[in-house]
């Protein structure tokens, strides 16, 4: 099993910041590819970014060039750094893990992504 715990959010005015944090425990080896996922009020969730152990990276385009997934050296914390925020970021933000990316591409929505955090809520006002 792999618990997520999931920190960073909050409030912000459009064009501005939030980081997004996300610790994995237990079997780790289980979480290559960890990232994050959003679902707005009455919108199917959607997968935002994700990371292997690689480096390789996954983005939506919605988030291309505005938003950056990193990890930590021991691979087992990921970063989202949110940058020129848009109302319609706003949304619950589900850190997510699995072996695998593929999770992040189809089925849409994750719903084959394994381990999940509690959701961290990010709001963005105009």
């Known amino acids: 099993q792999v618990q997520l715990v999931e920190s960073g959010g909050g409030s912000v005015q459009a064009g501005g910041s939030l980081r997004l944090s996300c610790a994995a425990y237990g079997h780790t080896y289980l979480s290559h590819c960890m990232g994050w996922f959003r679902q707005a009020p009455g919108k199917e969730r959607e997968g935002v970014a994700a990371?292997?152990?690689?480096?390789?990276?996954f983005y939506a385009d919605s988030v291309k060039g505005r938003f950056t997934i990193s990890q930590d050296l021991a691979k087992t914390t990921v970063y989202l750094q949110m940058n020129s925020l848009k109302p319609e970021d706003t949304a619950m933000y589900y850190c997510?893990?699995?072996?695998?990316?593929?999770?992040?591409?189809?089925?849409?929505?994750?719903?084959?992504?394994?381990?999940w955090g509690q959701g961290t809520q990010v709001t963005v006002s105009s």
């Open positions: 990371i292997d152990t690689g480096g390789d990276t």
């Open positions: 997510a893990a699995d072996v695998t990316c593929m999770g992040w591409v189809r089925p849409p929505g994750g719903e084959d992504v394994k381990y």
